[in-house]
């Protein structure tokens, strides 16, 4: 799976309020700020090592690395929690994110508690984080081959105006992909689906809801805030993945979806598999 005669075919109305660009506020020279620390890596990739607690942290002899949310893994087999001894302030985050992946990992240090972002991009995206470094160098702080240590906010400050949307039928066959479209004001926060029916069960629709372990929900109401969405008429290991950064349309013969965002996730089909936290099957 992965023209516009879905429009006419399925009564889909994608249609997308104006944007309204949440700007960083910039930071005045003589009071730089604490840069919000976040990582992007290439997919299937593990992170270099890397200085996870910014300068001016008062650092002790042993950072705690924790994962509270997403699917980031320490190699040395110790799961998601790992105690390291600093050495010469460089510390060792060896965490390997899978496909379909934005972990939060909490780095404690003495008194000093950081949660660090870590994001997955595809490898023919992973070229956006030059065109950000170029838009705005304070944005990537360190570029590696895999990976980039960015100022998430400076990252976000970007996003409004870089954009693509994508269109598909009820069965999942593609019908336009495009560079162009808008959210509403709010821009940045969990995926969302927007139902255009007043019954999206009828239509075979469920959804993994926001944070869900491993169970799914009929699509109901107007709005829903989701990790991915589903469909009876799909086979299982089959799932469509909505970013923090995405809003979905869904009728009753297609779906179209904008997300917004440079060098950030978008919505895309995966094999909602291991580590296990996405059902395989849609409801029936």
Known sequence: MNTRSLLASCALAVSFASTVPVAL??????SPRTPNLAFLVERGTNLPEQELVADGDRLTSEQ??????????????RGSVLSVTRDDGRLVL?????????SLVRVTSGNVQRVVRIISLPVERFSEVDTAAALDPQAVLERYKHAARVDYDRLLALAPAHSEYSAYTLAGEPVETRAGCS???????????FWQMSNPRAYGYS???ENANNYLVWGSGSMQEVDGMYNSA????????????CDLQAGTGGFGCCCVGLALPR???FNPGPPGDWPDCPLR
């Open 207 to 209: 959804v993994k809801l």
């Open 183 to 193: 959210l509403p004001t709010y821009f940045y926060g969990p995926g969302r689906v």
């Open 234 to 245: 799909w086979a299982c290991n089959t799932a469509y993945k909505v970013p923090n950064n």
């Open 94 to 102: 060896p965490a390997l994110v899978p496909s379909i992946d934005e």
């Open 25 to 30: 506020a910039q930071a005045d020279e003589r």
């Open 64 to 77: 705690r690395f924790e994962v509270v949310s997403g699917h980031a893994r320490f190699v040395d087999g």
């Open 267 to 269: 919505c895309e089909w």
